[in-house]
């Protein structure tokens, strides 16, 4: 059996918008007369969800949503879709160099760090692969000699 506190706990933080049919119930439900509390125990939301339903009703007559503040992204997901199979192909490039082919063959302006930046969101992740020194036949042998020297060597 659920309780109340654990149906709580899995309704909490923050999650996208009921659908447009939620919210059309809400408000047929609030022009039938029926309480907040109600309508809540009957669709299972919180009641502070349908209280900011029927207030965004009562002030803006529509529950559809509304553009959010904040500049719009500068990739679009054709735009993603495109860096990721120009990665494919071209894996030893720097990003400077993939944002100028993208310039000139996609007519895409996006800037070096956006590439960085989004390419680091897709998983690429550049790193710089270690340096191993070149080991001769002479030096191996040396070094293997050394070791055994040293093997007797307690801590």
């Known amino acids: 059996m659920q309780t109340a506190s654990t149906n709580i706990c899995e309704r909490m933080g923050h999650s996208k918008d009921l ?23 009957l669709l299972n939301i919180p009641r502070s969800t349908v209280s900011g339903i029927i207030t965004k009703w009562k002030q803006l007559g529509t529950t559809a949503a509304q553009p959010r503040s904040g500049r719009p992204h500068k990739m679009t997901e054709r735009g993603k879709r495109m860096l990721k199979r120009t990665m494919h192909g071209r894996r030893l490039l720097s990003a400077e160099s993939i ?57």
């Not at 659908?19 to 029926?34: A, P, Q, W, Y």
């Not at 800037?111 to 550049?126: A, D, I, N, P, Y």
């Open 19 to 41: 659908s447009e049919f939620k919210d059309d119930t809400v408000i047929g439900r609030h022009l039938c007369n029926k309480s907040i509390h109600d309508i809540s125990l």
């Open 99 to 155: 944002a100028k082919y993208l310039q000139t063959s996609c007519i895409l302006q996006i800037s070096t760090k956006t590439v960085c930046r989004e390419l680091q969101g897709m998983g690429f992740h550049g790193r710089a692969a270690t340096s191993n020194p070149y080991i001769t036949k002479c030096n191996a042998k040396r070094w293997m000699q050394w070791c055994k020297a040293q093997s007797p060597w307690t801590l």
